[in-house]
């Protein structure tokens, strides 16, 4: 079947506009997650979620970042008012549940503020 | 917090020959998940192997193997017969047992297998 999918697959906008990027996980995986790769630096947790609740949003940088998910399915992460430094891969993963569970990792949005 | 350290940035291997990436990490934890992705140019994230810290044989895929030292906090990853195939950023990354959801990563290994 279809891996994960996301767009737009790169993303240019300018400071201070927002943004919405958009992830399609496997069918039938109840668990999201969505990093943050900054240039050359490993991947950073924004936030997870369990069907369509988000059990921790811990990982989101500032209240200009927010992420939702519908039907248990879909996911948008959305920058508001971006900054330079929101430059970075936006990747989302999905697995059928948490701990031994492997992600399955999109190809990621890149995005860059200019 | 969790802290995982990949002290190579980059490492350069001949086809068919072993390289061998390290890892650290830093935790008062005992049970956890330790795990290496792969990351071509693609972008994509790949599952190379995993260990669950409470077992003490070390895990092995093809030939991808680990050497888990759990009392030194080091968890090593072995590429034996190198492919150009290989080529790619690894990283290295840690799981909390009672927080299953969220992976702390390295900043990344660059490995460039030469023809």
């Known amino acids: 079947g279809a891996g994960v999918s996301q767009s737009p697959s790169n993303k240019v906008t300018e400071k201070g506009k927002d943004v919405e990027l958009r992830c399609d996980p496997i069918?039938?995986?109840?668990?999201l997650y969505w990093y943050r790769q900054s240039l050359g630096q490993g991947l950073e947790f924004l936030i997870y979620?369990?069907?369509?609740?988000?059990p921790d949003k811990s990982g989101l940088p500032s209240d200009r970042f927010s992420a939702e998910r519908t039907g248990g399915s879909v996911s948008t992460l959305t920058i508001q008012r971006t900054q330079q430094e929101d430059s970075a891969v936006y990747l989302c993963?999905?697995?059928w549940g948490t701990g031994n569970s492997p992600l399955h990792f999109g190809n990621g949005t890149r995005l860059t503020v200019t | 917090a969790q802290t995982v350290t990949q002290s190579q940035p980059e490492m350069s291997v001949q086809e068919a020959e072993t390289v061998t990436l390290s890892c650290t990490y830093d935790?008062?934890?005992?049970?956890?998940?330790l795990f290496w992705y792969k990351q071509p140019p693609s972008r994509q994230m790949i599952l190379v192997i995993r260990?669950?810290?409470?077992?003490?044989q070390n895990a092995t895929e093809n030939r991808f193997s680990v050497n888990f030292q759990k009392a030194a906090k080091s968890f090593s990853l072995k590429i034996s017969d190198s492919q150009l195939g290989d080529t790619a950023m690894y990283f290295c990354?840690?799981?909390?047992?009672?927080?299953?959801?969220?992976?702390?990563f390295g900043a990344g290994t660059t490995v460039t297998v030469r023809a």
């Open positions: 993963a999905s697995s």
């Open positions: 935790t008062s934890e005992n049970n956890y998940y």
């Open positions: 260990q669950e810290a409470y077992k003490q």
């Open positions: 990354a840690f799981m909390k047992h009672e927080v299953d959801y969220k992976l702390s």
């Open positions: 069918s039938g995986h109840t668990a």
């Open positions: 979620f369990q069907g369509n609740s988000a």
